[in-house]
């Protein structure tokens, strides 16, 4: 697949990927790889370990592998670095162009001693008549990460930034309906990137000058129409700045229905007070879909029952989830029921004081099941996120 004149797609379709280190990926993934053919023939990352006959069936029918001279590697995680012991082995002269982070992970993971060419922002790498300017962005999402900019091309070659996770034989993200593959970029955003807002700022600065003709991301569709590629910068602007929609997310999960009658309840006060409300049940919903509704609303609200002195195994998993995800400057509020002891409440509460959120309210918690009486007492949070979330 050739996205420009001498740029090839050489990467690897991961079609029955369904979990990525806890996120899940129902639509499969792709691992990007990009060779430039030039003067010094140049492999921009590889692909997973598993996928690497694919990438070196790709890369062989259109030059020999021994005749690359530079493998840049953008990121050294094992979905990207993965095949490059192996490939190295076909071009053993070949120099690895990577981060002064990239240079250390790089030995740490593979304990080799390759040649290595350290980059720093703002260098460039002359391979014929292109040359490759280099952008650090460390922490967008790991310390060596760097992206890759092609003159006079105009590619970006963003790493993990602007990607998704999806499984296509298309390379382009209006192949397959914008709309779709920003879904797909939300939710990756929601699950990897969210926690680095003032980084991703950072990279927004410094490629913001940039002549773009594409965005190719280390995962997913390339952002080739002018239009798309505005939509997903705006995207990312307002993420990093970890603003969110005037609407509300409920995530519960219930053992004897008690929660849920509360979550209902409140549901419906809310769309009373105009609310905007996604209802989640963590027992249908895997946590990582989870977060692209708490990416998008202003107001997270998480209940459970309390088991053994403690809130759901699942709460757990997401409130554990959400202290290292950090999604900043969004309103939290508890419910729940218990039986004889509230005191796993306070976990769920500093859980949400830890990922980053304000607790305008008290929890609402009943013993047992609630009665209507107490069902009414509800209104109080129904109106605080009335309050908080239309403006």
Not at 301 to 322: D, F, H, K, Q, R
Not at 358 to 379: H, I, Q, T
């Amino acid at each position: 697949m050739e996205i420009a004149g001498g740029i090839h797609w050489t990467g690897f379709i991961d079609w029955d990927l369904r979990s990525f280190h806890g996120y899940s990926t129902p639509a499969g993934s792709t691992y990007n790889s990009f060779l430039i053919l030039d003067e010094k023939p140049t492999l921009i990352d590889t692909v997973k370990e598993y996928g690497y006959d694919e990438m070196l069936r790709r890369v062989s029918r259109i030059i020999a592998p021994e005749k690359i001279r530079y493998i840049i590697s953008n990121h050294t995680e094992m979905d990207h670095s993965g095949s490059l012991p192996r490939i190295l082995e076909l071009c053993p002269q070949a120099e690895v162009v990577c981060s002064p982070q990239g240079a250390e992970e790089l030995k740490r993971h593979f304990k080799r001693d390759w040649k290595m060419k350290v980059v720093n922002s703002g260098d460039v790498l002359e391979i014929g008549k292109r040359k490759f300017r280099f952008v650090l962005m460390p922490m967008v999402h790991w310390p060596d990460s760097m992206s890759t900019y092609c003159e006079p091309d105009g590619i970006l070659f963003s790493n993990d930034a602007f990607g998704q996770h999806f499984a296509s034989q298309e390379r382009f993200a209006d192949e397959i309906g914008t709309e779709v593959i920003i879904k797909e970029a939300t939710k990756y955003y929601a699950n990897i990137v969210l926690p680095y807002g003032g980084q991703v700022e950072k990279v927004l600065t410094a490629v913001k000058d940039l002549e773009l003709s594409q965005i190719c991301p280390s995962h997913g569709l390339i952002w080739r129409k002018s239009e798309d590629r505005r939509k997903i910068l705006g995207l990312y602007k307002k993420w990093a700045a970890y603003e969110s929609e005037s609407r509300a997310a409920i995530i519960y999960d219930t053992m004897w229905h008690s929660t849920e009658k509360i979550a209902n309840r409140l549901a419906w006060l809310l769309e009373e007070a105009g609310v905007i409300t996604d209802k989640i049940n963590l027992q249908h919903t895997h946590i990582s879909d989870v977060m692209t509704a708490v990416m998008r609303s202003r107001a997270v609200i998480v209940g459970s029952p309390i088991l053994n002195n403690n809130v759901l195994p699942s709460v757990g998993a997401l409130l554990v989830y959400l202290r290292g995800l950090k999604p900043r400057n969004r309103f939290g509020f508890c419910f729940g029921s218990y039986g004889w002891s509230k005191i796993g409440f306070r976990w769920l509460e500093d859980s949400l004081r830890e990922a980053g959120m304000d607790l305008p309210e008290e929890g609402a918690y009943f013993r047992f099941v609630p009665d209507a009486e107490e069902m009414g007492r509800l209104k109080r949070i129904s109106d605080s996120v009335g309050k908080l979330v239309i403006k």
